[in-house]
C-alpha cells in the first residue's frame, strides 16, 4: 500500500472512533432537578425584637366623686346642699403609646378625654316641688406612666405617675318644678371660676392580650386622686376629684423607630 492510501486509512480511523464511542455508551444525560426548599419561619418572641412599641386606642367608663371642702377666709362659705351630691358615672376616651424598654419596665404616655362630676336631687314631701342638677367637668388629659410589666402574649401592667390636665368645660343641667307642678329647666356652661390647670396621681393594673403579630386587646383599670382643687382659689369650696376608670381598647404594635 501506498503512502497516499496508508494516510487516508488513518484520517478516515480518527474521524469514526468518537462516533464509535458515542453509539456504544449508550448513556443519556440526564437533566438534575433542583428542588426549592422553603427557609424556616423564625419563631416571633413577644418579648423580644420590634414588637413592643405599641399604639393604643380606647375608651373608659368612669365612676368618679370628691372630696369638697369649705374655702379658707375669706371665701369660704357653708356646704349646704352640696354636702348631699352623690358621683357621677361617665365616659371617657384615650390615645397613647406604650414601651417595653426592657424585661419588666414599660412606660406609657397618653391623651385622654377624662370626665366627672356629680348630681343632687331634691323633692319636697309637702308639694310638688322638685329640684335636680347634674354637674360634669370635661378635662384633656396627659397620663404618663411606668409600669412593672410581665408575660408575653398574655402580658400583666401594674404601675403608676402623674396626670396632668386642662380644662376643656364645664356644663350643669338644672331641671325642677315648681309648686304648681311646672317644670323648667336650665343649662350652665363656661370656665370662669375655675381652675385651668390641674395635677392628679394615677395608678394602673390591667393586662393586654396579644391577638396576632400586629394587634392586642387591652383592659386597664386605673385610679386618678387630683392634688389640685377644681375650683380657682376665691372660690367658695375646695373640690378635688377622684374617680376609677375602667379603660379598654385595642392595640396596634409598631416598629420602633
Same mark, same amino acid.
Given at each position: 500500500?501506498?503512502?497516499?492510501?496508508?494516510?487516508? +486509512?488513518?484520517?478516515?480511523?480518527?474521524?469514526?472512533?468518537?462516533?464509535?464511542?458515542?453509539?456504544?455508551?449508550?448513556?443519556?444525560?440526564?437533566?438534575?432537578?433542583?428542588?426549592?426548599?422553603?427557609?424556616?419561619?423564625?419563631?416571633?418572641?413577644?418579648?423580644?425584637? +420590634?414588637?413592643?412599641?405599641?399604639?393604643?386606642?380606647?375608651?373608659?367608663?368612669?365612676?368618679?366623686?370628691?372630696?369638697?371642702?369649705?374655702?379658707?377666709?375669706?371665701?369660704?362659705?357653708? +356646704?349646704?346642699?352640696?354636702?348631699?351630691?352623690?358621683?357621677?358615672?361617665?365616659?371617657?376616651?384615650?390615645?397613647?403609646?406604650?414601651?417595653?424598654?426592657?424585661? #419588666?419596665?414599660?412606660?406609657?404616655?397618653?391623651?385622654?378625654?377624662?370626665?366627672?362630676?356629680?348630681?343632687?336631687?331634691?323633692?319636697?314631701?309637702?308639694?310638688?316641688?322638685?329640684?335636680?342638677?347634674?354637674?360634669?367637668?370635661?378635662? &384633656?388629659?396627659? !397620663?404618663?406612666?411606668? #409600669?412593672?410589666? &410581665?408575660?408575653?402574649?398574655?402580658?400583666?401592667?401594674?404601675?403608676?405617675?402623674?396626670?396632668?390636665?386642662?380644662?376643656?368645660?364645664?356644663?350643669?343641667?338644672?331641671?325642677? =318644678?315648681?309648686?304648681?307642678?311646672?317644670?323648667?329647666?336650665?343649662?350652665?356652661?363656661?370656665?370662669?371660676?375655675? =381652675?385651668?390647670?390641674? +395635677?392628679?396621681?394615677?395608678?394602673?393594673?390591667?393586662?393586654?392580650?396579644?391577638? =396576632?403579630?400586629?394587634?392586642?386587646?387591652?383592659?386597664? !383599670?386605673?385610679?386618678?386622686? =387630683?392634688?389640685?382643687?377644681?375650683?380657682?382659689?376665691?372660690?367658695?369650696?375646695?373640690?378635688?376629684?377622684?374617680? #376609677?376608670?375602667?379603660?379598654?381598647?385595642?392595640?396596634?404594635?409598631?416598629?420602633?423607630?
Amino acid at each position: 500500500m501506498d503512502l497516499f492510501k496508508q494516510l487516508v +486509512l488513518a484520517g478516515v480511523i480518527v474521524v469514526a472512533l468518537p462516533v464509535t464511542g458515542q453509539i456504544s455508551t449508550g448513556k443519556v444525560e440526564e437533566k438534575t432537578v433542583v428542588e426549592e426548599v422553603e427557609p424556616p419561619k423564625t419563631r416571633r418572641v413577644p418579648t423580644e425584637g +420590634l414588637d413592643e412599641f405599641a399604639f393604643y386606642l380606647g375608651a373608659g367608663r368612669v365612676y368618679a366623686n370628691r372630696d369638697l371642702e369649705s374655702n379658707k377666709a375669706p371665701f369660704g362659705a357653708p +356646704l349646704g346642699v352640696r354636702a348631699d351630691e352623690t358621683g357621677l358615672k361617665a365616659w371617657s376616651f384615650q390615645v397613647g403609646v406604650r414601651n417595653r424598654v426592657s424585661k #419588666f419596665i414599660s412606660y406609657d404616655a397618653g391623651f385622654a378625654l377624662d370626665r366627672f362630676g356629680e348630681s343632687y336631687e331634691f323633692d319636697d314631701p309637702d308639694s310638688d316641688s322638685t329640684f335636680s342638677y347634674t354637674s360634669r367637668y370635661s378635662y &384633656y388629659a396627659m !397620663p404618663i406612666q411606668v #409600669f412593672f410589666t &410581665y408575660g408575653k402574649d398574655l402580658r400583666i401592667f401594674a404601675g403608676g405617675g402623674i396626670q396632668p390636665q386642662l380644662l376643656a368645660g364645664f356644663r350643669q343641667e338644672q331641671k325642677w =318644678n315648681t309648686i304648681l307642678g311646672s317644670a323648667q329647666e336650665a343649662t350652665l356652661k363656661g370656665k370662669d371660676g375655675f =381652675n385651668g390647670f390641674g +395635677l392628679g396621681i394615677i395608678a394602673s393594673c390591667g393586662f393586654q392580650w396579644r391577638l =396576632n403579630k400586629n394587634t392586642s386587646l387591652y383592659m386597664l !383599670p386605673s385610679w386618678v386622686w =387630683n392634688l389640685t382643687s377644681t375650683y380657682d382659689d376665691q372660690s367658695d369650696y375646695i373640690h378635688k376629684a377622684h374617680s #376609677f376608670n375602667l379603660k379598654f381598647g385595642l392595640t396596634v404594635h409598631l416598629k420602633q423607630p
